[in-house]
Antibody, heavy 121, light 109 residues
Framework: QVRLVESAGGIVQPGRSLRLSCAASGFTFGNYAMHWVRQAPGKGLEWVAV????????YYVDSVKGRFTISRDNSKSLLYLQMNSLRVEDTAIYYC??????????????WGRGTLVTVSS | QSGLTQPASVSGSPGQSITISCTGTSSDITFNSVSWYQQNTGKAPKLLLY???NRPSGISNRFSGSQSGNTASLTISELQAEDEANYYC??????????FGGGTKVTVL
């Protein structure tokens, strides 16, 4: 079955960087677009970024543009989120999610369990 | 731009049907790309419906979706105690993004 496992998050100071990874199994990773979605404590869901199956296109929510970078390694079935210049408001559970298709922004067919990133001094 | 609009809470008795609305604009909902998710406390969301009304395998047919104009709806029929959770809609938006609704807490009375 589809399995998505995010790496451990952690506590990081404002302005610092953190890289998350997501290990995929149970499906052909290179055939699907992938997303990061986050959820601040006690709040709703927020889409963060998407990457096409072949990494040709990447799109981001406005609040992270220029600070976060989504990438993937299809040979290793890994998805990444490089987060730079972190802000207190980036504190959230970060979920890795698989799209229903190879390209586009469609829907989140499968989700990881999420990892908590806390930005605090 | 703000997200999609959902009621904060909806409640119903076991066996009843409830409907959760999700209102957007001509920049999003009208693309027929609305999907719905159920999230239990402390858990990851789970896909219930995609492309307005399609159910993934394993999802009960008690969950159904529809759309009219700028408003999409999720109906839960034969409400059960296990349906108590938070529900979110999402849609593609024409600024090349995905936007969520604020979430609806469903309470089974």
């Amino acid at each position: 079955q589809v399995r998505l496992v995010e790496s451990a998050g952690g506590i990081v100071q404002p302005g610092r960087s953190l890289r998350l990874s997501c290990a995929a199994s149970g499906f052909t990773f290179g055939n699907y677009a992938m997303h990061w979605v986050r959820q601040a404590p006690g709040k709703g869901l927020e889409w963060v970024a998407v990457i096409w199956f072949d990494a040709e296109y990447k799109y981001y929510v406005d609040s992270v543009k220029g600070r976060f970078t989504i990438s993937r390694d299809n040979s290793k079935s890994l998805l990444y989120l490089q987060m730079n210049s972190l802000r207190v408001e980036d504190t959230a559970i970060y979920y890795c999610a698989r799209d229903g298709y190879a390209s586009g922004l469609n829907y989140f067919g499968s989700w990881g369990r999420g990892t908590l990133v806390t930005v605090s001094s | 731009q703000s997200g999609l609009t959902q009621p904060a809470s909806v409640s119903g008795s076991p066996g009843q049907s409830i409907t959760i609305s999700c209102t957007g604009t001509s920049s999003d909902i009208t693309f027929n790309s609305v999907s719905w998710y159920q999230q239990n406390t402390g858990k990851a969301p789970k896909l219930l419906l995609y492309e307005v009304k399609n159910r993934p395998s394993g999802i009960s047919n008690r969950f159904s979706g529809s759309q009219s104009g700028n408003t999409a709806s999720l109906t839960i029929s034969e409400l059960q105690a296990e349906d108590e959770a938070n529900y979110y809609c999402t849609s593609y938006r024409d600024d090349i993004s995905l936007v969520f609704g604020g979430g609806t807490k469903v309470t089974v009375l």
